[in-house]
């Protein structure tokens, strides 16, 4: 069959930006696989997607015009029902045979085939492979019913229907051209009520040509490039921007570097067709406004490139000067630049007075206000909130200060510090969300809190943890910065995981409305990297015990109502948040360290035992892996899990007391165990105490040999109740010791 490369476009009107890039990955990957699928395309075949503001593209390669033919072997009935007795056809058959379309002579050449139960007559025949146009359609249809688009338009079609003006179609944006090329030939085939041609359109401007003639399928790109002034391809003009960025800001001078932004660059790529990068500047007076308004407002609502300063000592600081990605090129660009330029300085403005106007309230005169903001209708408003945010912090601080050992004089004055300070910061946190500028920018809460108790004065622990008490905000962020920053932090957390799971609102599959994943993985974080000495259920407990506290509820109720309104009804989570929070949060340390490159055995090994503190886990982890090389690992795994079946089995009459009394152990194989234990595990439980859970678990090791003879040769429940519980007793001493770093039991087959 002969192959040729494949054109498709769909030319449309102004395709959303953010969509673009999956829109034409799916666009391209669609067609490609359908043609697969039907034998048009070749294994080998590559796929190259377009995706411009105004199309969606995909050239393929090896598209053969015909697909081969294709031998079937069909499964018709039994021989017993499809000939009579002396082997002539069947009513049934020749029916059968007719529905298939097989020729008067197809009785003689059936086969006969075993099927397990019974001979059967197979019918054998060649399907014709299908056409090019035929499959091109097929796949055309498909592909445009199963894209990706985030909200689906209806609109009339002009021409090419039954009723022009009347008869509708949906799509993501007005199609307005269709080219279906294979080689140089045009494929017959439509879509959105358009029939495909050899011509599209370029640039709304500064197009050579209009339309443009596409000679074969090959010659596509180039000739948008060079006749229609069109980058098809969103890989290649995403490059064209980098570089170009990079240039102007190289222009620029004074150590300019554009700000570093995966998500706008990609967004700026879907809007032009042909990017110019030109270099702009504003007032420097604005500089006085806090550079994360600036900045935000420069690329949320214009889209511009803000550079910054890479001069030693000024590295990261904003400059006056910004890069604007225009879809226009023309020879004077001065008309351009002053118009971004006039543009711009309105937005500016509008920062630079929301933050003057901020500055004129304190941050403490505003915290009345959060009482009116509510923050759940079942857990209450801001200000609530942020009384169990402290109350939880003050929680937090206890427990490190317990965990403090020993626990001196200068111990207790640094942690009274670390408590008003955590409490200072807890009550103004959320007092930044009734700014005017965290109302125009929501992205920048808490950002602006730190600037605004700066401002006042405050305490720079204070000021740093009202910004840091969202971290992390993502996967990759940074943790806060300071220990104040770091309770608090995980005080918010700690409050909102509380308070949806205490009142039922958990994430189910992708929905995830309160970011309850990324809250549950910023407390891993914060405990596991800054190894905490903080037991996670502790931590839970004091955030549902903020949550039931009726004296603290019985405030703001006292606050905010009149003596007519209804009787006080203390609020109470459901009695099960305490367990569900706890699985959950287990849940995602194992998913995290699956990812992390951690097997399932190693990390159920270590989940296993109760919950301590997380940074012990990276550590518990190392051990596990480092034992589980061991040549001794399989056989004592395995000797574990029979010592953990045993042992429920028998604590099902009553616990087991780990205890040996060496007068009762009778058998060789028993006493060299219970000599081996007492050599072994005091090393292990000292390696244990200090941390070296690598060494612990490799001291463990020499007990192998011992551990398979008292299996081979013991009878654990003897009939004689002390000697059995002795040994009961010998098994439950080895199997706690055995168990201190993991449970080694899940690493066994």
């Not at 600036?294 to 000067?321: C, H, S, V, W």
């Not at 090994?605 to 886990?617: E, Q, S």
Request: aromatic share 6%.
């Amino acid at each position: 069959m002969t192959q040729q490369n494949l054109l498709v476009e769909l030319f449309v009107e102004e395709l959303p930006p953010k969509a673009l890039q999956k829109l034409g990955d799916a666009f391209a990957s669609g067609l490609a696989a359908s043609l697969a699928a039907q034998g048009l395309a070749a294994p080998d075949s590559v796929i190259t997607p377009y995706a411009s503001p105004r199309r969606l593209a995909a050239h393929i390669t090896h598209v053969a015009a015909k697909a081969a033919d294709k031998p079937i072997s069909q499964k018709l009935m039994p021989v017993a029902v499809g000939l009579d007795a002396a082997g002539n056809a069947t009513p049934a058959l020749l029916k059968k045979l007719a529905a298939l379309g097989a020729p008067a002579d197809a009785i003689a050449s059936l086969k006969r085939q075993h099927d397990g139960k019974a001979e059967a007559l197979i019918y054998e025949s060649v399907q014709d492979g299908i056409a090019l146009d035929a499959g091109l359609q097929k796949a055309l249809d498909e592909t445009i019913a199963k894209l990706p688009i985030p909200k689906v338009m209806t609109y009339q079609l002009e021409s090419g229907c039954e009723l022009p003006g009347w008869s509708s179609v949906q799509f993501v944006r007005p199609a307005h051209g269709l080219v279906a090329l294979h080689g140089k030939t045009v494929v017959p085939v439509q879509a959105l009520g358009l029939q495909a041609g050899n011509s599209t359109r370029g640039h709304r401007f500064e197009a050579q040509t209009d339309p443009i003639a596409i000679a074969d399928a090959d010659s596509y790109a180039a000739t948008l490039r060079e006749q229609g002034a069109v980058i098809a391809s969103f890989t290649e003009r995403r490059a064209e921007i980098a570089a170009q960025l990079q240039a102007a800001a190289a222009q620029a001078g004074d150590n300019c570097q554009p700000v570093e932004d995966e998500a706008l660059l990609d967004e700026v790529t879907a809007l032009v067709e042909r990017p110019c990068v030109l270099l702009c500047q504003f007032e420097p007076e604005y500089l006085q406004v806090p550079q994360e308004c600036l900045i935000l407002t420069m690329k949320a609502n214009q889209k511009y490139f803000p550079l910054l300063d890479t001069t030693a000592g000024k590295e990261g600081k904003l400059t006056n000067r910004f890069l604007v990605v225009s879809n226009i090129s023309p020879a004077d660009t001065s008309a351009v630049i002053g118009g971004n330029e006039r543009v711009i300085r309105p937005r500016l403005a509008d920062a630079k007075f929301f933050y003057d106007q901020d500055r004129k309230k304190t941050l403490q005169s505003r915290l009345p206000e959060l009482a009116k903001v509510v923050y759940h209708n079942k857990l209450g408003t801001q200000a609530e909130r942020s009384e169990r945010v402290r109350h939880i912090a003050h929680s937090v601080v206890q427990q490190l200060s317990m965990a403090q050992v020993p626990f001196t004089v200068e111990a207790k004055d640094e942690f009274a510090v670390l408590d008003s300070k955590v409490q200072q910061a807890a009550q103004l946190a959320k007092a930044d969300l009734l700014t005017d500028m965290v109302g125009e920018f929501p992205e920048l809460q808490g950002i602006m809190g730190n600037y605004y108790a700066r401002h006042e004065g405050l305490r720079d622990g204070v000021a740093i943890a009202i910004e840091d008490h969202y971290k992390p905000r993502f996967a990759g962020d940074a943790l806060p910065r300071n220990h104040t920053g770091t309770v608090l932090a995980l005080a918010d957390k700690l409050e909102t995981l509380a308070g949806m799971f205490g009142i039922g609102n958990l994430p189910t599959g992708d929905r995830d409305p309160f970011a309850l994943r990324r809250h549950a993985l910023g407390i891993i974080r914060i405990l596991g990297e800054k190894n905490l000495p903080l037991q996670l259920p502790a931590l839970i407990e004091a955030a549902i015990a903020a949550h039931n506290d009726e004296a603290l509820q019985l405030a703001f109720f006292n606050q905010q109502t009149s003596a007519s309104a209804e009787p006080f009804a203390p609020r109470r989570l459901l009695q099960d948040t305490a367990p569900k929070l706890l699985a959950f949060i287990t849940e995602r340390i194992a998913t995290n360290l699956r990812e992390q490159g951690y097997s399932a055995q190693e990390a159920d090994a270590v989940l296993a035992l109760p919950l301590g503190h997380l940074g012990d886990i990276a550590r518990r982890l190392q051990a596990v892996r480092t034992f589980a090389a061991l040549p001794e690992a399989p056989a004592l795994a395995a000797a574990n899990k029979r010592i953990a079946n045993i042992l429920k089995k028998a604590e099902t009459e009553g616990a087991i007391d780990a205890h040996v009394s060496p007068v009762l152990l009778q058998a060789p194989a028993e006493c060299a165990l219970h000599a081996a234990m007492l050599q072994v595990l005091p090393q292990a439980n000292s390696h244990f105490e200090a941390g070296r859970y690598t060494e612990s678990l490799q001291t463990l090791a020499a007990l192998r040999d011992a551990v398979d003879a008292f299996f081979a040769d013991i009878m654990v429940n003897a009939e004689q109740l002390d000697l059995r519980l002795n040994r009961q007793g010998l098994l439950k001493m080895l199997h706690q010791a055995m168990n201190r770093v993991a449970d080694l039991s899940r690493l066994a087959a």
